[in-house]
């Protein structure tokens, strides 16, 4: 369970993984020619627990930073009970002068166990696994069913395409009251004014990239007054 999360500025990427310890390490090179070369000098960025979970395991959130528009990049992820890191994964940092997303909305997950995805899911993930592969996802909300059931969450952020496409998640209103959406997903630039129960992901959030900002609102709270602060 490794996937990535947009950064809150254009040279950061968010990592999120649920290990079993609580600190962990990510390392990150740059891209040579389509192979990772991790040496004793690469970049290496800390993660902290954020949440215990329901399996035992534990929440881990890092912020890769100093990364460089138009590259790529390997990480791989540690955590203390590690004895080999996690498989290298590749990303993309996005370019600032233009980039795709790929925007997308209730996916809707419902059994975790049902072998034939949903039909938005479905194409969701044709749309980022495409050749010319998306900078980020924006997902519009109810990525599950069932706001306290966490392997339904856990089957979005599974994909083999969230370990190299970031995604920036939107609360859905199958989603507040339970702190299960803020098990999975690490947001830039937070506000407080998450709805109750939710964890600390659930409030409102923005990011830019290039000449477009993108302010995300938790329109579950009825608040309008903190959504206009």
């Known amino acids: 369970s490794v996937f990535l999360g947009v950064g809150a500025t254009p040279d950061q990427m968010l990592v999120t993984w649920h290990g ?9 090179v740059e891209d040579m020619n389509g192979t990772a070369n991790f040496t004793k000098d690469c970049m290496q960025f800390s993660a ?4 215990e979970n329901k399996d035992k395991t ?3 959130r890092a912020t890769l930073d100093g990364l460089v528009p138009g590259r790529a990049y390997w990480y791989r992820v540690w955590d203390a009970s590690d004895e080999l890191p996690s498989v290298p994964q590749y990303f993309e940092v996005p370019r600032t ?8 909305g209730d996916a809707q997950i419902i059994d975790a166990d049902d072998p034939e995805p949903m039909e938005t899911y479905e194409q969701l993930f044709a749309a980022v696994t495409q050749e010319s592969s998306p900078s980020f996802v924006l997902s519009l909300g109810d990525q599950s069913d069932v706001v306290d059931d966490p392997s339904l969450f856990r089957t979005f952020v599974n994909s083999p395409a969230f370990n190299s496409v970031p995604v920036a998640a939107v609360v859905g209103n199958h989603e507040y009251r339970d702190s299960a959406f803020s098990h999975f997903f690490s947001l830039p630039n937070m506000a407080d004014n998450g709805t109750e129960n939710t964890g600390d992901m659930g409030g409102d959030y923005w990011f830019a990239r290039g000449n477009t900002l993108f302010l995300v609102l938790n329109s579950n709270n009825d608040d309008a007054e903190s959504h206009a602060e």
Do not use: N, P, Q, R
């Not at 902290?48 to 949440?51: E, I, Q, V």
């Open 20 to 28: 079993s310890e609580e600190d962990g390490l990510v390392d990150v």
């Open 48 to 51: 902290s627990a954020a949440y």
């Open 58 to 60: 534990v929440t881990l």
């Open 97 to 104: 002068s233009d980039f795709t997303f790929v925007v997308s």
